[in-house]
């Protein structure tokens, strides 16, 4: 859990949580927050659910991202630096502009 903090982005002071009228002095309330969820079963065992939301990010967007599982070894060495960079995922976006796309790394 967190709360937005003011800050400079081109060129423009961008206020924080607090900084709002509307939000009383001192509130502890939350504007982002990840989580990682698990579902107890055998179908779904040691697959993680993460979830991210939050107020005033740099993009309004909703999407839901399957990363699959990589092949053991880099087989891109270390060009592409660690193996999460170059796994392969399923995207569909919900908002804005609707799509689905599935983005492959082949060598």
């Not at 599982?69 to 999460?84: I, T």
């Not at 399923?90 to 060598?107: F, G, S």
């Amino acid at each position: 859990l967190g709360q937005y903090k003011g800050r400079e982005f081109n060129g423009r002071i961008l206020p924080s949580y607090l900084d709002d009228d509307t939000v009383p002095k001192g509130s502890l309330c939350p504007t982002f927050a990840a989580m990682a969820l698990f579902i107890d079963n055998a179908r779904w065992d040691g697959v993680p659910f993460l979830l991210k939301a939050g107020k005033a990010l740099n993009k309004r967007q909703a999407e839901i991202r399957v990363q699959f599982r990589h092949a053991p070894g880099n087989v891109y060495g270390e060009r592409q630096g660690r193996v999460e960079h170059v796994t392969n995922e399923l995207v569909i976006r919900i908002q804005p502009d609707e799509a689905i796309y599935l983005r492959i790394n082949t060598k």
